[in-house]
């Protein structure tokens, strides 16, 4: 009698998922290794006219990002768009939805991630020595808005509490490391960076006592009307914040008492390293990536623990919250306090890189971007954070080197002067395809007998994260 995958057990069809998604991998790697061979060539090569014939230069770069463009390409075909069951079984199963097919996708995506950012210093100084601290810089950024929301993650995505003016804490995170680091010099920036976030997470529960009975769209004018109060204070408070010249000479980061700077006592002469800029940004790329890290072991631990699943009930339903007896003034304290202090965390960070800050850095338009990231990513979901902040950040800087759109428009267009039309164009067409963010299925913290992932299309809409 022949068993199909529905009767099957979870182990085995766990199993199977598993398979499925190697196969799929298996199948892009060759589309990669075939488009790498026949594009050896044609792209891998470059002929210049030298005196005395052709120069012939090895293109490295444009080879290997080729390749790449084609196993992510075939990979996403395979598992988002192409109707294939990958399985080696002789049984045919029924036709299931992409959460039913990989429902392992988001840890293998994690992994990915971690491993690629794990080692991504290295391999950018390699691959690309002339470029390296421009794709390290890059990478930064996009780690400190991953940071972010993470942190904006805990309001919106598990507590439900719509915030606009999460700029404020980042604000306060920045402004107090950077007047605590300049005005006492024995206050470092690893004494400093958690005084900032604790100050952040005080100024989390300033917010969050006005606004306990306030929910929805009357919750997010307030909360957008915190952050412009904190904003327009920096911009005032000319004798304690520097008013609109902001502050400078913030110092940076050091390694156990040794700058990244030139001449004795420093990270290169005490280690017998040739001076270079570059490890600076090493160093602090590999700080905010230990920081995102702890945001998202923090935001996992507590989202397992009474406190996270109470945030859950909240953003569902905070009538049914309170009729369970779940304490929800505490609830919503504790959701705007800990996501304050993660974006206190990369407020300190943000201020010890650029080593100057002013109030134009934390405007509305950051909070609006740090709130489309979570949204575009999926409200509630770690790995579409990663992958809309990469897709938000990254895009935009990219779109600043289209340069070989003048050749196919001519040389009157610019794409730096487009490339927010092209963004705010890719941004509706996503937003078109996914509604609910590219991490549209959801897993639950807590379930009776098996976990099962939920669907976005068996939900409402803004319902079920």
Not at 217 to 237: H, K, Q, S
Not at 368 to 380: D, S
Not at 412 to 438: E, H, N, S, T
Request: hydrophobic share 55%; glycine share 10%.
């Amino acid at each position: 009698m022949a068993v199909t995958s529905a009767n099957t057990s979870p182990g085995a069809r766990a199993r199977q998922e598993e398979n499925r998604f190697a196969q799929a991998v298996r199948d892009a790697a060759i589309a990669a290794f075939l488009a790498g061979v026949l594009s050896f060539f044609f792209i891998g090569f470059r002929t210049d006219i030298a005196p005395g014939g052709l120069s012939l230069k090895m293109r490295w770069s444009a080879w290997i990002t080729a390749i790449v463009v084609v196993f992510v390409g075939r990979l996403l075909l395979n598992l988002f768009v192409f109707n294939r069951t990958w399985s080696g079984s002789s049984t045919k199963p029924r036709s299931a939805t992409v959460s039913e097919r990989l429902p392992d996708l988001g840890k293998w995506l994690l992994r990915a991630f971690f491993i690629f950012a794990l080692v991504l210093p290295f391999v950018a100084m390699y691959f690309f020595p002339n470029r390296d601290r421009q794709f390290i810089d890059i990478a930064i950024l996009i780690m400190t808005y991953v940071m972010l929301g993470w942190g904006l993650n805990i309001v919106v995505g598990l507590a439900g509490l719509l915030d606009l003016g999460y700029v404020a804490f980042y604000a306060v995170g920045a402004y107090s490391f950077a007047l605590l680091s300049t005005h006492f010099e024995f206050i470092g920036f690893w004494t400093a960076l958690p005084l900032a976030g604790m100050l952040a997470a005080c100024w989390g529960l300033v917010l969050g006592f006005p606004v306990l009975r306030l929910r929805g769209d009357y919750l997010a004018i307030v909360t957008l009307a915190f952050g412009e109060i904190i904003r327009v204070v920096l911009l005032n408070w000319y004798e304690f914040t520097g008013g609109p010249n902001g502050i400078s000479g913030i110092p940076k980061p050091t390694l156990f008492g040794l700058e990244f700077a030139r001449g004795e006592g420093s990270f290169a002469s005490f280690f017998g390293l040739t001076y270079d800029p570059i490890h600076r940004f090493v160093y602090l790329y590999y700080i905010i990536f230990l920081l995102a890290l702890i945001t998202n072991i923090v935001t996992m631990r507590l989202r397992a623990l009474p406190i996270g699943r109470a945030w859950e009930a909240l953003r569902e339903d905070e009538i049914a919250c309170r009729s369970l007896g779940i304490n929800t003034r505490n609830t919503k304290l504790t959701a705007f306090a800990i996501g304050a202090m993660f974006g206190g965390f990369a407020g300190s960070f943000f201020a010890t890189r650029q080593g100057f800050i002013s109030p134009e850095s934390f405007s509305f338009i950051e909070s609006a971007i740090i709130l489309a990231i979570v949204v575009l990513g999926g409200l509630g979901s770690q790995i579409g954070v990663v992958i809309a902040a990469i897709v938000m950040i990254g895009g935009t800087e990219a779109l600043r080197n289209l340069g070989f759109l003048t050749y196919i428009f001519g040389p009157g267009f610019d794409p730096v002067q487009y490339r927010m039309l092209l963004f705010g164009l890719a941004m509706v067409i996503i937003m078109v395809w996914k509604p609910r963010g590219f991490v549209s299925t959801r897993e639950p913290t807590v379930a009776l007998k098996e976990k099962k992932r939920i669907g976005a299309d068996l939900v409402a809409q803004g319902e079920g994260h």
